[in-house]
């Protein structure tokens, strides 16, 4: 039987390249997707070090993923041959109370992409054609990557609703948190105010709509925030890409009464939350898991030139490499915007994109 090559996490800090079988369409899986190219998401960094709650082993990992429709069955209807796709990383039942109700991103069964069910880090996939969304004929492969966390961002900004009014805060400028700034923008609130730690990454977002930057190694955060927000208010939305041990009882001490606070990470790390502090602001602290339907709204919004995507990639690496790409991650560098691995071509070391 023909054989694939696929990146594997055996276990938290093991990575093998691996061989499997060449997957094969059926009535279910009817069409087979050529994978170009699949990005280092930070819940792909939480899985290879083993703090990813959600994730099973030995897994394939990578759910940002797109590719060209190779072969397509007879049930296939949404998407042909040659087609340039990005894969939906959500699989739900269909039958639960989430579901039901309109939320399969958090169904009581959810099997995720790259995370309960293996993913894109493989030079072959085969899905149902209502998982793939055709990508801007316009868009290279290594940037249309980033189509999946900007759905993420505006997942997030739905559970936010945003109004003109609200005084925003984006904690983290990483690739969640530049996503999250395109998306945030569109919505036209009275103020952006961005904090990272590295000024690299704020100097990027103030170029890129922020008004306001925080580096909170270099400054008093709080202090800051009063001097920033209308009459010391403090934020009336925050929305946390840094996820980190820390944040959520940072921004719920910095939020302003009747707040709200959207939390995206999976630590499960435990931190110093009291109910003083939600309770006597009457806040309110909303998860926001992965996506709801909303790749077609942000290839739209591409479309309409509204979101950039064109060259936001920072590095790219070949799939082969990718224990290079893992470690050059862990640097942390404040060069890295975004890792593609990309599945065809010479093997080659972690490089800037150009």
């Known amino acids: 039987m023909e054989k694939i090559k696929a990146v594997q996490i055996v276990k938290p800090g093991e990575l093998r390249i691996v061989e499997m079988d060449m997957p ?11 994978v170009k190219a699949s990005g280092l998401c930070g819940s792909d960094a939480g899985i290879y070090h083993g703090t990813n709650a959600a994730a099973t082993y030995p897994r394939v990992i990578g759910h940002e993923i797109v590719g060209e429709v190779v072969e397509a069955g007879p049930t296939a209807t949404k998407v042909k041959v040659g087609d340039r796709v990005i ?9 639960c109370y989430a579901c039901r109700h309109g939320r399969p991103n958090v169904c009581q069964h959810l099997q995720v992409r790259g995370v309960h069910i293996d993913g894109g880090y493989r030079e072959y996939m085969a899905v149902p054609d209502k998982d793939c969304y055709i990508l801007p004929d316009f ?18 900004c739905s559970r936010a609703q945003i109004a003109e009014d609200d005084e925003v805060l984006i904690n983290g400028q990483g690739a969640l948190g530049t ?22 990454k704020l100097e990027y977002a103030l170029q890129n709509g922020a008004d306001y930057a925080i580096n909170p190694k270099k400054e008093n955060f709080f202090e800051k925030l009063k001097d920033i927000t209308t009459d010391g208010y403090g934020p009336t939305l925050s929305i946390d890409c840094a996820c980190t041990k820390d944040s959520l009882g940072t921004l719920i001490q910095g939020s302003g009464n009747a707040g709200r606070i959207i939390t995206m990470g999976f ?3 435990p931190t110093e939350v009291t109910n003083f502090g939600i309770t006597s602001k009457e806040l309110d602290v909303r998860g926001s898991r992965l996506q709801n339907h909303k790749f077609q709204e942000v290839i739209d919004l591409v479309n309409e030139g509204k979101v950039d995507l ?5 590095h790219v690496c070949d799939f082969r490499e990718a224990q290079s ?21 010479e093997p080659y070391k972690v490089r800037k994109d150009q």
């Open 267 to 269: 630590t499960t790390t």
């Open 139 to 156: 868009l290279r492969y290594e940037d249309a990557v980033l189509i999946e966390p900007t759905t993420i961002a505006v997942q997030a």
């Open 87 to 95: 894969i939906d990383q959500v699989t739900a039942c269909g039958h």
């Open 325 to 345: 790409g893992f470690d050059f991650n862990d640097t942390h560098d404040p060069s890295i915007r975004k890792i593609v691995f990309t599945m065809e071509g």
């Open 24 to 34: 094969h369409i059926d009535d279910h899986n009817n069409v087979l997707v050529k």
């Open 310 to 314: 064109d060259h936001k990639i920072s």
């Open 179 to 200: 996503r999250m700034l395109s998306i945030v923008k569109l919505h036209h609130p009275k103020k952006i105010i961005v904090s990272d730690i590295f000024d690299e």
